[in-house]
């Protein structure tokens, strides 16, 4: 699953072998999901 560091920006793999959530490039604790981009649909009104 893939995360990215709000501090230092770099995307970070995390496993189910680590015990905490961490960056491992600048210990920073606060990790955010990546998302797909947004597509928008477009809906015809009736």
């Known amino acids: 699953m893939g ?6 920006k770099r995307i970070v793999e995390l496993k189910t072998e680590y015990q ?12 955010k999901k990546e998302r797909p ?3 928008v649909k477009n809906v015809k009104a009736i």
């Not at 995360?3 to 230092?8: E, I, S, V």
């Not at 905490?20 to 990790?31: E, K």
């Open 20 to 31: 905490s959530v961490r960056c491992p490039y600048c210990g920073y604790r606060a990790l």
């Open 3 to 8: 995360y990215y560091c709000l501090r230092c």
């Open 37 to 39: 981009t947004v597509i």
